[in-house]
């Protein structure tokens, strides 16, 4: 199986300490997602990456958060100086863009659960 | 930019029963309309998407849909549900502009079915 890959899982870590997290998009796909799920909400989007350019940050990544995509094919999430307000499900989707109008549909990973202590 | 408002946060079913799972969004603009899939400690799967065409869209494991523009609906259907239905379950509106380059979900529905 090809799927999305995220690693860690599981990271439970204390408050102050820097996290990444890393992920492996289906081969194909060019453009990659990065979304945080809080219990209880639906997922909300942080930041994509069309190849290996960042094309859009939301407001809801702020500096202590980093993405980079170096070479257009994994990615990785770091978080820095943890806030227990950062415990989240951090997912990874990816899709392919073609000449076609983007249709939106994601490929989503099983995520990377943080729980900051 | 574009809302989706998911109205019930839980729905208890019978197994066997029919199951309507309501979302209504906003935008200023066409959009492409998703519903998603989230079952315990897994990623999100898609169920089905209304891209254009047939207002009434069948997806996996027996859902169909009805994209209602006119009442801005997208309502998540299934006749007859199973236990393994259990899951929750996520409207999610994309932009039709050619530059999409993100999902706005609702904030989901726990399908919770019974026997």
């Known amino acids: 199986d090809t799927g999305v890959s995220q690693n860690p899982r599981h990271k439970i870590t204390k408050r102050g300490q820097n996290v990444t997290f890393r992920c492996d998009p289906i081969s194909e796909h060019n453009r990659l997602y990065w979304y945080r799920q809080t219990l209880g909400q639906g997922p909300e989007f942080l930041t994509y990456f069309q190849n290996e350019a960042q094309l859009e940050k939301s407001r809801l990544l702020s500096d202590r958060f980093s993405a980079e995509r170096p070479k257009g094919s994994f990615s990785t999430l770091e978080i820095q100086r943890t806030e227990q307000g950062d415990s989240a499900m951090y997912l990874c989707a990816s899709s392919f863009l073609a000449d076609i109008p983007n249709t939106g549909e994601l490929f989503f990973g099983e995520g990377s659960r943080l729980t900051v202590l | 930019a574009q809302s989706v408002t998911q109205l019930d946060s839980q729905v208890p079913v019978f197994e066997e029963a029919p199951v309507e799972l309501r979302c209504n969004y906003s935008?200023?603009?066409?959009?492409?309309l998703f519903w998603y899939v989230q079952y315990p400690n897994q990623g999100l799967q898609l169920l089905l998407k209304?891209?254009?065409?047939?207002?009434l869209v069948k997806g996996i494991n027996g859902f169909e849909a009805e994209f209602n523009k006119s009442q801005t609906s997208f309502h998540l259907r299934k006749p007859s549900v199973h236990i393994s239905d259990t899951a929750e379950y996520f409207c999610?509106?994309?932009?039709?502009?050619?530059?999409?380059?993100?999902?706005?979900f609702g904030t989901g529905t726990r399908l919770q079915v019974t026997l």
């Open positions: 209304y891209l254009s065409g047939s207002t």
């Open positions: 999610a509106v994309s932009d039709y502009d050619g530059t999409a380059s993100k999902l706005t």
């Open positions: 935008s200023s603009v066409s959009v492409y």
